[in-house]
């Protein structure tokens, strides 16, 4: 066999389809795979990112409450600290400002 023989069964080879169609079939492939391994990043990207979104709403929903139940301590520390008497050595003890807790009453009432 010549060199001339060699070049002829390879060229033939090669461009009767078999060599060009292996080579093209392996690069769709490759990129098929590609395109799937990039499907599944983005699905678990996803996912992990509606569990943060999940974990975050229930975090700020606790975080509301936890504002509100301070709120409301805050409030009512501040009632009893309206309510103290300033007479301690007396028997007739009573609020100091009685008549505006009777109004500040009527608005938190409504």
């Known amino acids: 066999m010549d060199v001339a023989t060699l070049l002829t069964t390879l060229l033939t080879t090669l461009l009767s389809g078999g060599g ?7 690069k769709q492939n490759r990129k098929a795979k ?5 499907k599944a990043a983005s699905e678990q990207w996803r996912a ?7 974990t975050v709403q229930s ?15 805050k409030r009512q ?10 007479k301690l050595d007396c028997m007739d003890r009573e609020p100091p400002h009685a008549e505006i ?5 009527q608005v ?3």
């Open 20 to 26: 060009v169609a292996g080579f093209m079939q392996y």
């Open 34 to 38: 590609e395109l799937e391994n990039d």
């Open 48 to 54: 992990l990112y509606e569990e943060q979104t999940k």
């Open 59 to 73: 975090l700020r929903e606790k975080l509301h409450e936890a504002r509100t139940s301070l709120e409301e301590e």
């Open 77 to 86: 520390t501040l009632m009893c600290r309206f309510y103290v008497c300033e």
């Open 101 to 105: 807790m009777k109004e500040f009453k």
């Open 108 to 110: 938190f009432e409504k």
